[in-house]
């Protein structure tokens, strides 16, 4: 026999009512990995026509960029890690503000400049180094995973950065999306050029899992 309560309507169980209530309104499904995230916005780059331009530009802060259709390796990386919600040129103005020593000289400033500091590649991968993971370089494929970050030295003293996407070429690599003059790419790169630097960033939670 149905209980009903002091006004003669009748009661239904709680766990009934709990049902109801997620059928009416069903939860998001939790978002994907922060690897899969950033390949996922790494990939979208490549639909964006960039045309190679690093000259000094004067940008907002925060959340600033240069034209939308312009830009080199760097502000690509930082385009990805914006679509998901991470700031660098923020982050790395911080960092370089409180640390500004254990970032390199190698162009004759002497205070942070938030318009450029996180445009070049050197202070990345001392950003990266010192707030994310450094992971070891090797010349092993199977090292290199969606999400990582990869520095390489092209020669006369110039830098790249690109990322790993999880996407493979008929190499069966991992392809990396970078700028390299012809815009975003989606490219079998990985060991073509001197790899300098190999990084996770944030830190993962089990830094210890990635080595």
């Known amino acids: 026999m149905e209980k009903k309560n002091h006004r003669g309507s009748r009661t239904l169980p709680a766990l009934v009512l709990a049902s109801v209530a997620l059928l009416a309104f069903p939860q998001p499904p939790p978002d994907p990995p922060l690897p899969e995230r950033l390949s996922a916005a790494a990939l979208e780059r490549t639909r964006h026509a960039v045309r190679y331009d690093g000259r000094y530009v004067r940008i907002p802060y925060p959340n600033g960029d240069v034209p939308a259709d312009t830009g080199v390796c760097t502000d690509e990386i930082v385009r990805i890690y914006r ?29 942070p400049d938030s318009n450029i500091d996180h445009r070049r590649v050197p202070n990345l991968m001392t950003f990266f180094r010192r707030k994310g993971l450094a992971l070891p370089v090797t010349s092993r494929a199977q090292d290199y995973h969606p999400g990582d970050i990869v520095t390489w030295d092209l020669g006369g003293g110039v830098d790249h950065i690109g990322m790993v996407t999880d996407r493979r070429g008929p190499s069966g690599r991992y ?3 970078h700028n390299i003059g012809a815009g975003p790419q989606l490219e079998d790169v990985l ?21």
């Not at 990084?199 to 089990?206: E, G, S």
């Open 83 to 111: 679509a998901v919600g991470v700031d660098l040129q923020k982050e790395v103005h911080e960092d370089m503000a409180a640390h500004f020593a254990l970032y390199p000289r190698r162009w004759g400033r002497r205070a």
């Open 175 to 177: 392809l990396v999306v």
């Open 191 to 211: 060991f073509q050029w001197k790899i300098t630097g190999h990084f996770v960033y944030p830190r993962p939670a089990r830094a210890e899992a990635r080595h």
